[in-house]
């Protein structure tokens, strides 16, 4: 038994016995029909009995299904950056994060295009709460993160999640994905939660738990969708915070999210890699100033590096234009554009309540705030 067994990925003399599980799961079925509609169910099942590792799985299965996924519901993705980083190399990739399972598979598939070390990524375990999705992500190179827990249970569980990262970057060299903050970015404001920086340092030994990040490549990622295809569904989430009252989730609205993000219109995508923080680092690291003022400090470096390399769309100017009651921003959109995207906020909305419209704008508009704060600096 590894003390990691609770969170970690399927090992690939595992993988072929989880595929044998869920083989007959409508859900695989349906998976596999969408990714492979001129495949027959025999031919499918017969390649997925003869998969025997995580990557093939990834690469034979994954990969046309997400190529699958992009020509039906976007109009392309965009990248750039993947030049800077080295072939055998693992990173510490740190993304902003706005879809529950596209953001890390398509880095993961620009990864795999560019001969780069794929990732193992963090979930939610609130996501994987059925035994299929369970299965798959961990199929998919995913380890879990425990959600819901306060005092001694988190602290015990941030220390496990700190210590399966530490052991994939430094002994496996697997590079390793996690978002900026716990959970999605709802109001379109990029935010690096400190704590999470403070949960990365936590299995390192001695007393500079800083030195933890002088000696792994940390690499903050940007990624942006023309439209978001939860937008709506955030929604709820925001109006409850601006009213400070307590926002309770649906039964099935993980689940609902994640199908809307996976087949939910996005328009175009793009995919940013920001640089290696090496300099950054140890810049900080040189500091005397104490543990926590460094994290915010790294904080704030990973924030200007994501809002500088996110990829702005027409969708973005127009929500600032249309919250500040100008046209400001007019030469970076098309008038037909902004009628396709004020065409969506009234399919989108039910009602006229201007906390409505303004909530869903600032979700698109945040991106535009942010980037012009990097160029006041």
Same mark, same amino acid.
């Given at each position: 038994?590894?003390?990691?067994d ?9 993988a ?25 169910k ?42 800077? *980083? ?7 990739f ?70 399966y ?45 800083f ?22 569904l955030?929604?709820?989430? *925001? ?65 200007h ?11 973005n ?39 409505? *419209? ?10 535009v ?9």
């Amino acid at each position: 038994m590894s003390k990691f067994d609770s969170i970690r990925p399927f090992y690939d003399a595992e993988a072929n016995q989880a595929i044998r599980q869920i083989i007959d799961d409508p859900m695989l079925e349906a998976m596999m029909s969408f990714s492979f509609p001129n495949d027959s169910k025999k031919h499918w099942k017969e390649r997925l009995i003869h998969t025997h590792s995580l990557r093939d799985f990834q690469i034979n299965f994954i990969y046309p299904g997400l190529m699958r996924v992009l020509e039906k519901s976007s109009d392309g993705l965009s990248t750039g950056g993947f030049e800077k *980083l080295e072939p055998n190399t693992a990173y510490l990739f740190v993304s902003n994060h706005r879809d529950i399972i596209l953001d890390t598979s398509l880095l993961n598939a620009c990864l795999y295009e560019n001969g780069l070390v794929m990732t193992t990524s963090a979930i939610g375990d609130n996501l994987i709460q059925k035994p299929f999705l369970h299965t798959l992500s961990r199929l998919n190179r995913n380890f879990a993160i425990r959600r819901g827990l306060s005092g001694r249970a988190l602290l015990e569980s941030s220390q496990l999640v700190s210590a399966y990262i530490r052991k994939s970057l430094v002994q496996e060299n697997r590079s390793v994905w996690t978002a900026q903050r716990e959970g999605r970015t709802k109001d379109g404001n990029d935010i690096t939660h400190r704590g999470v920086l403070k949960m990365l340092t936590l299995a390192e030994e001695g007393n500079n738990p800083f030195g933890f990040f002088e000696k792994i490549k940390l690499v903050p990622i940007s990624i942006s969708y023309e439209y978001d295809p939860t937008d709506i569904l955030k929604l709820p989430e *925001l109006l409850a915070k601006s009213r400070q009252e307590k926002y309770v989730k649906g039964e099935n609205e993980d689940f609902l999210n994640l199908l809307r993000g996976i087949m939910g219109t996005k328009k175009r995508i793009h995919i940013e890699v920001n640089g290696i923080l090496d300099q950054e680092i140890r810049q900080i690291a040189q500091d005397e100033s104490n543990q926590s003022e460094k994290l915010s400090q790294l904080a704030e470096v990973i924030d200007h590096s994501i809002w500088k390399g996110y990829k702005l769309w027409p969708s973005n100017f127009i929500a600032y234009d249309l919250l500040e009651g100008n046209e400001a921003h007019h030469s970076h959109y098309t008038e037909s554009e902004k009628q396709a995207f004020q065409k969506r906020i009234q399919e989108k909305l039910n009602s006229e309540s201007p906390e409505e *419209l303004q909530n869903f704008l600032s979700m698109y508009a945040f991106p535009v705030i942010n980037k012009q704060k990097v160029k006041l600096n």
